[in-house]
């Protein structure tokens, strides 16, 4: 078995976890969460909508998919999103489909979503679910970094800063919390929750069946 404990030797198979890595804009999740999908095999990105317009940087259907209110309130009140919110003012949601078919195929999914969204994947799929809250080291570090970012207008910062208060409020409802001082530091330790979370579940739901072949080869064997 990998010393990741993903799923590539046949025998073991489990059912994909769904990552949520929630932190109020600036913290550096955005940086953490993509180093992960560059680095890890088995894992996939859940591509949120959003009525938010598009930065600069962004691509539409890598970072986003930019749609109009009225398109997301045809998916969401067709069921077609597995949760959504409103953020600064903007919507967003995780369409529902892909992280089905992900989960299914046994892969992990990862989710750049809010506290508002991360109770909602709860609700729906508790034991799937593997929570990670990222604070920023100061307040005056997360003003920094926004600044740095020179995406948003000075308004809209000011307006980031507010929120960053409300989201932060949350971290108790997560299941590990980082403070994000040192990037490399905190792409390893993200790395490691994935790490042991996923062996947690190869042990729990799908290790007995592993133990039968091996028990069976072992009877076979001394036959
Ligand atoms: P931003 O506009 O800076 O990209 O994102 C603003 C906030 O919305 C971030 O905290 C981000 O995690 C959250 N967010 C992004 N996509 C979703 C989503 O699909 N659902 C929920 N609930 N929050 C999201």
Same mark, same amino acid.
């Given at each position: ?27 550096? =999740? ?112 997360? =003003? ?40 490399? =530091? ?13 062996? =947690? ?23």
């Amino acid at each position: 078995m990998p010393a990741d404990g993903a799923s590539t030797q046949g025998a073991i198979a489990r059912r994909g976890i769904m990552l949520v890595v929630s932190s109020p804009s600036g913290a550096g =999740k955005t940086t953490l969460t993509r180093t992960l999908i560059d680095e890890e095999e088995h894992i996939t990105l859940s591509v949120s909508v959003t009525t938010r317009p598009r930065r600069p940087s962004e691509i539409d259907g890598v970072h986003y998919r930019f749609i109009t209110k009225r398109q997301f309130e045809i998916m969401r009140d067709s069921g077609d999103l597995l949760e959504h919110a409103e953020v600064h003012g903007n919507c967003y949601g995780t369409p529902r489909e892909p992280v089905e078919q992900a989960l299914a195929a046994g892969r992990d999914v990862l989710f750049d979503i809010d506290w508002q969204g991360t109770r909602q994947l709860y609700e729906a799929m508790r034991d799937d679910v593997v929570s990670v809250f990222v604070l920023p080291p100061s307040a005056a570090e997360l =003003k920094a970094r926004l600044e740095r970012r020179a995406e948003d207008s000075e308004d809209i910062i000011v307006k980031r800063l507010r929120n960053a208060a409300e989201e932060i409020a949350h971290w108790p409802e997560y299941d590990y919390v980082l403070v994000n001082r040192d990037l490399d =530091k905190s792409f390893k330790r993200l790395q490691s929750i994935l790490t042991a979370e996923r062996l =947690k579940r190869v042990h729990r739901a799908d290790m007995e069946s592993f133990v039968d072949g091996l028990l069976d080869g072992l009877r076979e064997i001394t036959a």
